[in-house]
């Protein structure tokens, strides 16, 4: 096994847990409703975070692209930009789902469309910052 595959392995071993981490921290915030947890968004934004960097050092660029808008998102809830009501957890919660089948494919990972999955980002972003909610 060359050290690049053991990075990889490693990545991915790592990320099916994040991946989880962040489930489990959209579940939660769904759950509070408007009572929103500094701590809960910080440690979802932080493991999406690690994602989406340790998919750039290994040019997973699927990966690190969802990755990158999910953690933008949730910058904005950690900012109070976006307050996160059903919709958006639900896009969340499918994006992490979209993460893992990447990763579930890591080697075919960039042939693997995320358009839809962008395209339901890219839309929270606007209602947000159209104050649209």
Same mark, same amino acid.
Do not use: C, W, Y
């Given at each position: 096994?060359?050290?690049?595959? =053991?990075?990889?392995?490693?990545?991915?071993?790592?990320? !099916? /847990?994040? %991946?989880?981490?962040?489930?489990? $921290?959209? %579940?939660?915030?769904? !759950?509070? #409703?408007?009572?929103?947890?500094?701590?809960?968004?910080? #440690?979802?934004?932080?493991?999406?975070?690690?994602?989406?960097? $340790?998919?750039?050092? %290994?040019?997973?660029?699927?990966?690190?692209?969802? !990755?990158?808008?999910?953690?933008?998102?949730?910058?904005?809830?950690?900012? #109070?930009?976006?307050?996160?009501?059903? =919709?958006?957890?639900?896009?969340?919660?499918?994006?992490?789902?979209?993460?893992?089948?990447?990763?579930?494919?890591?080697? /075919?990972?960039?042939?693997?469309?995320?358009?839809?999955?962008? !395209?339901?980002?890219?839309?929270?972003?606007?209602?947000?910052?159209? #104050?649209?909610?």
């Amino acid at each position: 096994m060359t050290t690049t595959d =053991q990075v990889l392995q490693v990545f991915t071993e790592e990320t !099916a /847990e994040r %991946l989880s981490s962040i489930e489990s $921290g959209l %579940l939660k915030l769904e !759950a509070d #409703g408007n009572q929103i947890e500094d701590s809960v968004v910080h #440690g979802i934004f932080r493991d999406a975070h690690s994602v989406k960097a $340790g998919a750039n050092l %290994l040019k997973l660029e699927n990966v690190e692209t969802l !990755a990158h808008k999910l953690e933008n998102i949730l910058e904005m809830v950690r900012k #109070g930009q976006l307050m996160p009501d059903d =919709q958006t957890i639900t896009v969340l919660l499918e994006t992490v789902d979209k993460l893992r089948e990447l990763m579930d494919r890591v080697d /075919e990972s960039d042939s693997i469309s995320i358009r839809l999955h962008e !395209a339901m980002l890219n839309m929270v972003v606007q209602k947000a910052v159209s #104050g649209n909610d």
